[in-house]
């Protein structure tokens, strides 16, 4: 697709529930990134991958939270038993080149809104 | 570690106005800035960035922004804002090294006729 595409766009779930948020980068990008963003906050950073490698998990909150990109294109992100604290909008980001600064922009998805009751 | 702040959460201004949307960063080492623009329902875009060269940098709709490492800011402007101003902008750093950027928490810029 033209741009960087995530799915479900909305989740809601129950407390103690698995959830696997996808994202689908711009075809060649290199590198992906995760972000949180509750409401009212800017985007925190998760995760980043190059490639296959995941080069950064500093971000993720804690050890119920994983991510993937096993061919180096598609990613999920997957939290375990969720919390309520988890709820916030996932936001999944590409760029072209392994070294961000190098081109500076980051091409962002819509997010996914997840909602845990 | 960087760090954004974002003065003003949000900022109300009439059609034709000028803006200035607020932004310190902290860091310990050379960083690149950039904002970013989230319209309703849209996901977050590039509006302009600096990595180096002249401090002064300027997006195709009229906004600029300049960098003043003395003071570390990164202040954007519009000498005259339109409606379809109307968005959430982001200020965000980056280490010249490192993949990752931080994020001030957003400016909801509203443009009211």
């Known amino acids: 697709g033209a741009g960087v595409s995530q799915s479900p766009r909305y989740k809601v779930a129950k407390r103690g529930q698995d959830v696997a948020l996808r994202c689908d980068p711009i075809?060649?990008?290199?590198?992906l990134f995760w972000y949180q963003q509750a409401l009212g906050q800017g985007p925190e950073f998760l995760t980043y991958f190059q490639n296959e490698a995941q080069l950064d998990k500093s971000g993720l909150p804690s050890d119920r939270f994983f991510a993937e990109r096993p061919e180096g294109s598609v990613s999920t992100l997957k939290i375990q038993r969720t919390q309520q604290e988890d709820s916030a909008v996932y936001l999944c980001a590409s760029s072209l080149v392994a070294r961000l600064a190098s081109t500076g922009e980051l091409f962002f998805g819509e997010g996914s809104r997840l909602t845990v009751l | 570690a960087q760090s954004v702040t974002q003065l003003d959460s949000q900022v109300p201004v009439f059609e034709e106005a000028p803006v200035e949307l607020r932004c310190n960063y902290s860091s310990s080492v050379s960083v690149y800035l950039f904002w970013y623009v989230q319209y309703p329902n849209q996901g977050l875009q590039l509006l302009l960035k600096y990595l180096s060269g002249s401090t002064l940098v300027e997006s195709i709709n009229g906004f600029e922004a300049e960098f003043n490492k003395s003071q570390t800011s990164f202040h954007l402007r519009k000498p005259s804002v339109h409606i379809s101003d109307t968005a959430e902008y982001f200020c965000a750093v980056s280490n010249t090294n490192a993949g990752k950027s931080t994020f001030g928490d957003g400016t909801t810029l509203t443009v009211k006729p």
């Open positions: 075809s060649g990008h290199v590198s």
